[in-house]
Nanobody, 125 residues
Framework: QVQLVESGGGLVQAGGSLKLSCALSGRTFSSYAMGWFRQAPGKEREFVAGISRRGGITDYADSVKGRFTISRDNAKNSVYLQMNSLKPEDTAVYYC??????????????????WGQGTQVTVSS
């Protein structure tokens, strides 16, 4: 059974940085395309960033391009989200997700097979 565990969330001032981590256990990590999503109170879950199985292809939501970087380390069964220049509107619960079907990046939440429990990111102004 696949399990995803996120870490690294917290409270940060606007303009600061955080790095989220997500560790996958139970299956071969390199068999999954990975993604990060977020959900703010009262809003739908939205795509943040995605990375292909081997890490060669990445994709970002327009709202985070140039500020966030997704990466993965298949040897450590982990995917990361480096978040710089954080804004109050980045405040949300951040989720990592694993997709067993696609090789490239995936923007649609319902195409992912497994989800983590989420980690809270709060950016104060």
């Amino acid at each position: 059974q696949v399990q995803l565990v996120e870490s690294g969330g917290g409270l940060v001032q606007a303009g600061g940085s955080l790095k989220l981590s997500c560790a996958l256990s139970g299956r071969t990590f390199s068999s999954y395309a990975m993604g990060w999503f977020r959900q703010a109170p009262g809003k739908e879950r939205e795509f943040v960033a995605g990375i292909s199985r081997r890490g060669g292809i990445t994709d970002y939501a327009d709202s985070v391009k140039g500020r966030f970087t997704i990466s993965r380390d298949n040897a450590k069964n982990s995917v990361y989200l480096q978040m710089n220049s954080l804004k109050p509107e980045d405040t949300a619960v951040y989720y990592c997700a694993a997709d067993a079907t696609n090789w490239g990046t995936v923007k649609t939440a319902n195409e992912y097979d497994y989800w983590g429990q989420g980690t809270q990111v709060t950016v104060s102004s």
